[in-house]
């Protein structure tokens, strides 16, 4: 699985003109899922994005996690994360996972941040074309791959 966080002052997502999820202060989360990814890695990315520690403290210093400044979850599925470029112009997604293994691990992703946080995580609709507005705070951008663990 790969994720991209970013710290946002606020960010939605609407399908079809329609607010689905929208939050203030927090972290927009764009979760791709691969072939072969498991319960395991929706594990180890919640506990990443709970715990990371990238808002700002009283000395200006990016130190605090986003349960620690009440802070929201946005967490948007995005199969795009998953393209390999390696070859020409037309990005390729054939290790983006279907639907029978996606939907299950990004539900379950945001059911453990859910827990780690003890809140709502805000959620775009699966499959949909998903219109996404933020405000990327910093900017402050942050890509974890569950495969690399890095």
Not at 33 to 62: C, H, S, Y
Not at 89 to 94: K, L, M, T, V
Not at 132 to 142: A, E, F, H, K, R
């Amino acid at each position: 699985m790969r994720i991209v966080i970013q710290r946002v002052s606020e960010a939605r997502v609407s399908v079809g003109g329609d607010i689905k999820g929208e939050i203030g202060k927090g972290l927009l989360v764009l979760v791709g899922v691969e072939t072969g990814d498991t319960e395991a890695d929706a594990e180890w990315l919640a506990q990443k994005t709970a715990g990371l520690r990238i808002f700002n403290d009283p000395e200006g210093v990016m130190n605090l996690s986003v349960e620690q400044v009440g802070g929201d979850v946005l967490a948007v599925s995005q199969f795009t994360l998953t393209a390999s470029t390696r070859k020409g112009n037309r990005p390729s997604y054939i290790r983006a996972a279907g639907h029978d293994l996606a939907v299950p691990l990004y539900e379950s992703y945001c059911r453990k941040v859910e827990e780690k946080l003890g809140g709502e995580v805000k959620r775009g609709v699966f499959g949909a074309d998903m219109k996404v507005s933020l405000i990327n705070d910093g900017p402050v951008t942050i890509i974890i791959d569950s495969r690399l663990r890095e």
